[in-house]
T-cell receptor, first 115, second 109 residues
Framework: DTGVSQDPRHKITKRGQNVTFRCDPI?????LYWYRQTLGQGPEFLTY????????KSRLLSDRFSAERPKGSFSTLEIQRTEQGDSAMYLC?????????????FGPGTRLTVT | AQRVTQPEKLLSVFKGAPVELKCNYS??????LFWYVQYSRQRLQLLLR??SRESIKGFTADLNKGETSFHLKKPFAQEEDSAMYYC???????????FGQGTRLTINP
């Protein structure tokens, strides 16, 4: 296991199109997180799963965004009707279940460019 | 509201000089504080967490609840310390991390 993986690494799409990103966490990690990072800013929390349950969603996650983790393993993040403001790096992270201060392991990110 | 402020976007020091990256937070309770680092062309990774009270790669950080700060320090900077550093907060009982905007540290030879 080489860590958290994300696919694709880069995505260029036209405004109005739908896009889907995939995240594969470290295999024994039950918790999975999505963050978004825009230029010059730190990552911002979007949502988090424990196993297949989505336990928290940020107000940043508008109705156009949906995340799933159907079998408690990989997760997908879909953005419908993309807008230019959606251009960002989308980061996935995972951590083991346990205390809140467990390390979150980050993937390499998917860079989305909406033209 | 939870907020993390890193007042310096850029910090440049010479090799061998002391380094201090500032982090202030806003949280009405006892948070967990972390420093994450991103080296060039690498993914974001944990550097240290306040609960461990450990020194990693010569870096230390002390939580000052009175000043609501968690500054990162190293007495003698090395060129390999050049990276992007993010301070992050985790509220009590929460899972999400709240990040600052980051400080780009450059160590000059």
């Amino acid at each position: 296991d080489t860590g958290v993986s994300q696919d694709p690494r880069h995505k260029i799409t036209k405004r109005g199109q739908n896009v889907t990103f995939r995240c594969d966490p470290i295999s024994e990690h039950n918790r999975l997180y999505w963050y978004r990072q825009t230029l010059g800013q730190g990552p911002e929390f979007l949502t988090y799963f424990q196993n297949e349950a989505q336990l928290e969603k940020s107000r940043l996650l508008s109705d156009r965004f949906s995340a799933e983790r159907p079998k408690g393993s990989f997760s997908t993040l879909e953005i419908q009707r993309t807008e230019q403001g959606d251009s960002a790096m989308y980061l996935c992270a995972s951590s083991p279940t346990g205390g809140p201060s467990y390390e979150q392991y980050f993937g390499p990110g998917t860079r989305l460019t909406v033209t | 509201a939870q907020r993390v402020t890193q007042p310096e976007k850029l910090l440049s020091v010479f090799k061998g000089a002391p380094v201090e990256l500032k982090c202030n937070y806003s949280y009405s309770g006892s948070p967990e504080l972390f420093w994450y680092v991103q080296y060039s062309r690498q993914r974001l990774q944990l550097l240290l967490r306040h609960i461990s009270r450990e020194s990693i790669k010569g870096f230390t950080a002390d939580l000052n609840k009175g000043e609501t700060s968690f500054h990162l320090k190293k007495p003698f900077a090395q060129e390999e310390d050049s990276a992007m550093y993010y301070c992050a907060l985790q509220g009590w009982g929460a899972q999400k991390l709240v990040f600052g905007q980051g400080t780009r540290l450059t160590i000059n030879p």
